[in-house]
């Protein structure tokens, strides 16, 4: 079991940027693929951005190509998601997430996921 959690959240205006964190308890996290998800209130999952265990690939929502960026540092157990740019329809709980069968876009493919921080942008 890996533990996650996510940091990084805050009420910012429309056009700021916030760089979310997603620290991991275990080391197989260098092992598995991660991915960022939001969830706005009343509304399903929805994927932001993948990137594989090496870091070498990555994968964006159309919403997010071109203002956000995924990464991650293996040796410090640590994802992160730069916003730039951000809408007031980005505004939603991010949750960082690890899977044992590697990139994808699907919730259900990730096996482990954090609790969520909110991001609030306001206009």
């Known amino acids: 079991q890996v533990h996650l959690v996510e940091s990084g959240g805050g009420v910012v205006q429309a056009g700021a940027s916030l760089k979310l964190s997603c620290a991991a308890d275990?080391?197989?996290?260098?092992?598995?693929?991660m991915g960022w998800f939001r969830r706005a209130p009343g509304k399903d999952y929805e994927f932001v951005a993948s990137?594989?265990?090496?870091?070498?690939?990555?994968t964006y929502a159309d919403s997010a190509k071109g203002r956000f960026t995924v990464s991650r540092e293996n040796y410090r157990n640590t994802g992160y998601l730069q916003m730039n740019n951000l809408k007031p329809g980005d505004t939603a709980v991010y949750f960082c997430a690890l899977s044992t069968r590697g990139q994808s876009s699907d919730a259900p493919q990730y096996n482990y996921w954090g609790q969520g921080t909110w991001v609030t942008v306001s206009s």
């Open positions: 990137i594989s265990w090496s870091g070498a690939s990555t």
């Open positions: 275990d080391r197989a996290f260098t092992n598995y693929a």
